[in-house]
């Protein structure tokens, strides 16, 4: 695989054909001549204004082709490319820019005023330039440069001076667990590297028909971009980002604009799965690429059901902090039958271990911390020695002080024949009862249901601590929890039985599409939006009600409430049926209370097992009596029994 940058590839393919679509957006097409000339003037623009190699250059603006040429442009100056999202709260936004400093700050008329405030306070260490035309109120902003005003600056002159392939290149920011963010800073040969393996791997065909589903925040938004301009194909970006959320409109898009490439997060995927999907459909489609969640084995088969294998899925895997990707696997048919389905081996300039606690190797099946040792990674956090000394670490298999590996916090094992499974994070490792539970097989198997349409499995605590598994789901129709955990109780034992199942019309997202686990509610955070209260009505209900009650925290309870919906979980449905035995003397077992868990149901139930052990105990004690008789005793009761009935009968 040769090195060299990825500004070079997309120069070669405009002096190719400079005619060629290299973005479509919105019915206006853009050709490789058109976009070489709009990367030209503004990376002129940036290097007369004092832009140089390493000089950061931060870009806010919603407008995607906006955000195409401004990371072209930048890159072409050599300089460093710091996407900020517009639709990010002040305060973090403000942070980020502390974090980066950056020296210039482009955006578009849509952003400027906000923009200006979110740099007042930083003096003249950041300067604006402003992408679109000036309208009446942007005069009034001092210190603005307006890039089509410049129209001075050459367009035709191609600027080559991108930084060396070992210097930082772009900032992506992520979360970090302090609360402030973490800079992430790229180099050029890592990008080179990711675009040119997908290339070569996949045979890439020239002039592909890529998408851009990303938003230019992320790292993925990288391969978005130079896959297609490194082939001479075209960015497909939908007409607006509510066309990830729409099934029917995604998957037209997708068939009407002959893509041969799609890059996803599995949420994305899961959403053209619940459309009306049928296989004449996407006739130029040839590989869909799937990373930043975990695959279910579900919607492996429902995509080769519709599809077969012509249209290929790949599992991609690899952290912000190792370059888009440095794992992969070919999903192949018969994976619909894995519990997980695996994220492969290393790419092609990368390895990958899996390590344990004592940091020793761990042998096939054992688990542990996964750990990559690759040339292409980040140059670690920006600004942020400590935390980027953390977990980028001399190899501990190594003498040599330069040999770098990367641990990346997530949990995994090699299987038999040599692929790495994802077990989830280091930090977020779910143990139910002291039993590890993975929730993406759980979450696998509420998708197999046939009304189950989407499906996230978290845990949560309780109030005295206790961890509990709770189910969100995206229904076909009027599905009832009692049905899906008869569902799942056919398939798993009961310590992974989510404890609350929780209906949402749709699961909250990411801008990037995945699903948003910090957003979703609290079981019992709606409280007003369940049964509306019915008051017990016998003393019976009254009772239970009260039980719910101390155990949920929570001060009235009706016969329409649902145990489970109200917050309750396994744990403490083992003390309620605890509390049930002492006040009632009567045995109910958990999945009676799993099938009816609302106050009046439950009250039924316990009556009918009343019921059942007084008649019970009417027959063991005539059962005693019987055993009493002496054996001609007997005989004479059963010849007086016969009689009665001879007699009963006669009489008829």
């Known amino acids: 695989m040769n090195e060299g940058n990825v500004v070079e590839l997309f120069c070669r393919a405009v002096d ?246 799609v890059h996803c997060v599995p949420s994305v995927f899961r959403a053209i799965l619940n459309g009306d999907l049928d296989s004449q459909q996407f006739a130029s489609l040839r590989h869909v690429f799937l990373a930043g969640e975990p695959v279910l084995p579900a919607d492996v088969g429902r995509w080769i059901e519709v599809f077969g294998d012509r249209i290929e899925l790949v599992n991609l895997y690899g952290p912000s902090e190792t370059t888009m990707t440095k794992l992969f696997y070919r999903i192949k048919a018969s994976d619909k039958h894995r519990r997980s389905i695996p994220i492969g081996k290393p790419m092609r300039g990368a390895k990958a271990l899996v390590v344990g606690e004592k940091e020793e190797p761990c042998p096939p099946g054992k688990v542990g911390e996964i750990y990559i040792r690759t040339p292409y990674r980040s140059l670690g956090y920006y600004r942020q020695p400590e935390m980027t000394n953390a977990v980028f670490i001399q190899n501990p298999f190594s003498d040599k002080p330069q040999d770098i590996i990367y641990k990346t916090g997530d949990m995994g094992r090699v299987l038999e024949d040599g692929d790495f499974e994802f077990l989830g994070r280091r930090d977020q490792q779910v143990k139910i009862r002291g039993v590890r539970v993975e929730m993406g097989e759980i979450e696998d198997l509420l998708r197999r249901h046939p009304g189950v349409e989407d499906v996230a499995v978290v845990d949560r605590a309780d109030a005295a601590g206790n961890r509990f598994l709770c189910a969100y789901t995206v229904q076909h129709g009027d599905l009832e929890p009692a049905a899906l955990r008869q569902f799942l109780g056919r398939q798993i034992p009961e310590f992974m039985m989510p404890s609350v199942f929780v209906r949402l019309e749709a699961l909250p997202r990411t801008p990037n599409g995945k699903v948003d686990r910090r957003a979703l509610p609290a079981p019992n955070q709606n409280r007003e939006a369940l049964a509306a209260y019915v008051a017990p009505r016998t003393p019976l209900e009254e009772r239970l009600a009260a039980l719910f009650g101390e155990l949920l925290g929570i001060t009235r309870v009706g016969i329409s409430d649902s145990f489970f919906d109200l917050g309750g979980h396994s744990l ?35 009556t009918q097992i009343q019921a059942e052990q007084e008649d019970a105990a009417g027959v063991a004690m005539l059962l005693k009596d019987i055993q009493a008789l002496t054996p001609s005793a007997l005989d004479e009761m059963l010849a007086r029994e016969k009689r009665i009935a001879e007699g009963g009968a006669a009489s008829e």
């Open 16 to 261: 190719r054909e400079p005619g060629r679509a290299a973005i479509e957006f919105q019915g206006r097409r853009l050709t490789y001549g058109e976009l070489e000339q709009e990367t030209n003037r503004l990376a002129n623009l940036l290097l007369s204004l004092g832009a140089a190699k390493g000089s950061l250059v931060a870009v806010c603006s919603a407008a995607p082709l906006a955000n195409v040429v401004a990371m072209i442009a930048i890159l072409k100056a050599g300089s460093v490319f710091v996407p900020l999202d517009p639709t990010l709260p002040a305060g973090r936004a403000e942070a980020m820019l502390a974090e980066s400093s950056p020296q210039w700050l482009l955006t578009d008329v849509e952003n400027l005023p906000r923009v200006s405030e979110l740099i007042a306070g930083r003096g003249a260490a950041t300067r604006i330039v402003c992408l679109g035309e000036p309208d009446g109120a942007a005069p009034q902003i001092a210190g603005v440069t307006f890039a089509l005003e410049s129209g001075a600056y050459d367009c035709r002159s191609r600027v080559m001076s991108p930084c060396g392939p070992d210097e930082m290149c772009y900032l992506f920011f992520t979360s970090g667990s302090t609360g402030r963010p973490k800079g992430i800073a790229g180099r050029l040969k890592a990008i080179d590297h990711f675009i040119r393996w997908e290339v070569e791997t996949f045979e890439i065909p020239d002039g592909a028909q890529v998408s851009q589903l990303t938003l230019p925040v992320f790292d993925a938004f990288l391969r978005d971009v130079f896959v297609p301009l490194g082939v001479g194909g075209t960015i497909r970006i939908p007409d607006g980002r509510d066309t990830l959320l729409d099934a029917h409109r995604l998957i037209e898009w997708i068939d009407r604009g002959g893509l041969h490439v």
């Open 572 to 606: 403490l449905a083992t003390q309620l049926l605890s509390r049930i035995r002492s006040l009632f003397q009567v045995e109910v077992p958990l999945r009676v209370l799993f099938a009816k868990p609302f106050v009046a149901d439950l009250a039924l139930a316990i």
